[in-house]
């Protein structure tokens, strides 16, 4: 734990006191999204002191040119990233013809700041003493609508405490704005028109290269004393700005409201011609419901979210504040609406990694998704995958695989890999494993089987063909290796036969062959259309069983357990316990060369391969890895506590498990690893939800039915969640004495609750 200010709260994310130090991780851990666009929680007023300005959307991105001190063949060109957008949400406000800004007051009293994840809203609210010594009252309040998810609003309320006031606002509406993170200082938006039109007001700008056209607007109306005043604004346009000006004499104790509505059109949804007019359709639904009847409006659409997604921790406010702040912002980023969009591992909170898609997708956020939404929601994450694979066979030929070999992009935004970090582009190819691993968990969580014939065995075969090129046979050891990769544990590079990665390798090749005779035998149709399209042999799917079959698995025979990679017992064996804590993070602390020489783990790495994989391990094999591979592990992945969690809790190590799990649901709260002002960890928060349900609660799938083997940490009285299985919704409530288990479905359905079959009936609590 690095930070400590957050007050815990069941339902918000609060903060009390100004502190410039903390402005920047407020920014993010107060960040707002409605899967269409978000926003770090920016000041509304201006504010010179050090801050990390943010607004980004969905889908739009720039390919920033590739930069690096020597050019390798087989480099991605760019690197994609969701750019900071065009900001709407700027409100100059003076006061007696001041500039309000809280960097320059000499005194901020009564600062609150608040997230509610209840409603969906942000506020602040402070007391301001002015250098000209008028001292006002704040409260700015914000949202971004679910229902409307095109539009913004804000209200901002100013009080005069000290005597008169004239209160001048100054709303606008700027796309001269800049990345933090950017490879040669580019320009990324071209800004085409600036328009003013009454009380509204529009800049129509276009992304380069990638020629996303977008439109950011506003509307503004003014309110004294809690009546609306009719005042047409002042206009002055730049060439990248645009800004009203509302100006009202404020009695003290009076307050002025400015009423804001902001948000974006863009081109990914309507033509290009047309983005003002859409743009004033959205304007006209949100003015004419008003604030007051959208904030409402948003209430409700997150009491709906809510009511599926929702965890209850019952006797320990901070866990549940963890667990719902990890919700709440897997809800912002993503809400399945879009099969064009995906999960960054910052989402809408910064630009760390670009915005764009990983592996995570696939490997932590799809269990939430299809556990706590419709099928469909999940279901449209790999259609996200299908509908690059195309693109997966450019990759894996740019780096001289043939016949259809796919390899899917580290990372990515349009099915293209743009990442340009060599040891990451070119080895850390078990991302391939995470996208047939999903394959295999939506079905066997769904029932829903459709998607491999129509869409899913191409993948598959795909990543099949991708390793069997990849494996090359040994001599020496008369077994298939896989040479020069990265794992999951990133702080090892180059490495020869990583054990997690060729374990995969072997289960894609054979999941792949299984679903090929599945498909022949009930599909008979999909199969004759793929294997045509595909060009796929019996010959070829011979030789793929041959690599399967003789894949080599570096293990040690003295101590029982299989290595992370050749040579891992050659390096220095001292564990984390006994590394000088002034020396952590080790990657803020270490050079490269030392970390690679290291035996210190950034992630699981076997232990990922154990938890996906865990059927076909004994108890005893997973005791004896977790205990010889934890104790190198420094957890400086994100992804990382999670996994961790859940294998201590099936160990019954409660209090391991309990530890990380206050890790990975508190990892940006509590800023675990220094560096929650870049944005938060929004994949690894599916993570979190993962260490509840399949960590404490033990939920896995057994013989194509549920089964549970709830266990509850000794610092809760209880905990409950629900789930959609199968398009039955099933609410599980574990305490200390009981399981109480509620089934919402037409039909009875049975389940195995600590080995024992449970039958439950459609509307009554099953108690056991």
């Given amino acids: 734990m690095n930070q400590d200010y957050i007050i815990a709260d069941a339902w918000s994310i609060i903060e009390e006191g100004f502190d410039k130090e903390r402005v920047k991780s407020s920014e993010s851990l107060f960040s707002i999204g409605n899967g269409a666009m978000g926003q770090r929680a920016n000041f509304e007023e201006n504010y010179s002191g050090p801050t990390f300005q943010g607004s980004y959307i969905g889908g739009v991105y720039y390919p920033d040119k590739t930069r690096v001190g020597w050019w390798k063949n087989g480099y991605p060109e760019y690197f994609a990233k969701v750019i900071n957008a065009p900001s709407w949400i700027g409100i100059q406000v003076f006061i007696n013809d001041e500039e309000l800004d809280l960097n320059s007051c000499s005194a901020v009293d009564n600062y609150k ?101 977008t439109c950011t607007f506003m509307e503004c109306s003014l309110e004294y004393d809690g009546n609306k005043v009719d005042q047409k604004p002042e206009e002055r346009t730049e060439e990248k700005w645009v800004g009203h ?14 009423y804001k509505f902001g948000g974006y ?36 659409a997150w009491a709906s979210i809510w009511e599926m997604s929702d965890i209850t921790i019952e006797g320990d406010v901070k866990a549940q504040q963890g667990i719902r ?49 419709d ?35 580290m990372v990515t935004m349009n099915g293209e890999e743009c990442h340009n970090e060599w040891e990451i582009t070119f080895e850390e190819i078990h991302r391939n494993g995470a996208i047939a691993y999903a394959i295999y968990n939506y079905y066997r969580y769904t029932g829903d089987y459709s998607y491999i014939p129509e869409m899913g065995l191409e993948v598959l075969i795909g990543i099949a063909r991708f390793w069997h090129q990849r494996a090359s046979f040994s001599e020496h050891k008369q077994k298939y290796v896989i040479l020069g990769v990265t794992g999951p544990n990133e702080y090892e590079n180059n490495v020869n036969n990583n054990w997690y990665t060729n374990y ?76 000088d804590k002034k020396q952590r993070p080790i990657n803020q602390k270490w050079s490269w060369d030392r970390i690679l020489r290291s035996p210190y783990i950034k992630q699981a790495d076997v232990l990922q391969g154990f938890y996906f994989f865990e059927d076909h391990f004994t108890e005893e094999e997973l005791e004896k890895h977790f205990d010889f591979y934890e104790p190198f592990t420094v957890h400086e992945s994100s992804l990382s506590p999670c996994v ?62 549920l089964s549970f083997n709830p266990r509850i940490p000794k610092q809760w009285k209880s905990y409950s969640f629900k789930i959609n299985f199968r398009d039955r919704i099933l609410k599980v409530h574990i305490s200390k004495e009981k399981t109480v288990l509620t089934l919402d479905a037409k039909e009875e359905m049975s389940l195995r609750l600590n080995g024992q079959k449970v039958v439950l009936q459609p509307g009554t609590a099953t108690e056991v």
């Fill in 644 to 705: 961790h969690s859940i294998q201590a809790a099936k160990l019954d190590r409660m209090e391991q498990a309990y530890a990380f799990y206050l890790r990975t649901s508190r990892l940006d709260l509590d800023d675990y690893n220094k560096e929650v002002e870049e944005g938060l960890h929004i994949t690894s928060m599916a993570g979190t939800w993962m260490s509840i349900v399949e960590g404490f609660g033990g939920m896995r799938i057994r013989n194509d039915k």
């Fill in 504 to 579: 995969i390798a072997k289960w894609c090749i054979n999941y792949t062959l299984e679903q090929l005779q599945k498909v022949k035998d009930g599909y008979s149709e999909d199969y004759e259309r793929i294997t045509g399209k595909t060009k796929l042999s019996q010959a070829e799917t011979e030789k793929w069983k041959k690599v399967a079959d003789q894949m080599y698995f570096p293990y040690s025979e003295e101590k029982g357990i299989y290595l992370q990679q050749d040579g891992f017992l050659d390096k220095e064996l001292i564990t984390v316990a006994d590394l």
């Fill in 245 to 258: 000006t509302y100006t009202q004499e404020t009695a003290q104790g009076k307050t002025t409201v400015l």
């Fill in 325 to 373: 702040f990890n919700i709440f912002h897997l809800n912002q980023t993503y809400t399945g609406k879009d099969s064009r969009l995906n999960i960054g591992p910052k989402g809408f909170t910064g630009e760390k990694y670009g915005g764009s898609t990983y592996w995570d997708t696939e490997a932590y956020g799809l269990p939430f998704y299809m556990s706590t939404k």
């Fill in 113 to 213: 700041r608040e997230l509610n994840m209840k409603e969906g809203w942000h506020r602040r609210s402070f007391e301001a003493t002015m250098p000209n010594k008028m001292k006002v009252a704040v409260r700015a309040t914000r949202f971004l609508s679910m229902a409307l998810d095109e539009v913004g609003a804000i209200k901002y309320e100013v009080t005069p405490l000290s005597g008169d006031a004239k209160v001048k606002f100054i709303p606008y509406l700027d796309s001269g704005i800049t990345n933090e993170d950017t490879n040669w200082d580019d320009k990324f938006w071209n800004t085409t028109e600036v328009l003013s039109e009454g009380s509204q007001a529009f800049i129509k700008a276009h992304t380069m290269k990638t020629h996303f056209d």
């Fill in 265 to 300: 059109t863009v081109s990914r949804n309507h033509k290009p011609g047309e983005l003002v007019d859409a743009a004033k359709s959205v304007l006209r639904q949100a003015t004419t419901a008003g604030f007051e009847a959208m904030l409402k409006q948003q209430a409700e």
């Fill in 375 to 409: 099928q469909l929601v999940a279901r449209k994450l790999l259609k996200y995958r299908y509908n690059h694979l195309e693109k997966a066979i450019e990759n894996a030929k740019k780096l001289g695989f043939n016949n259809g070999a796919a390899l899917y992009p």
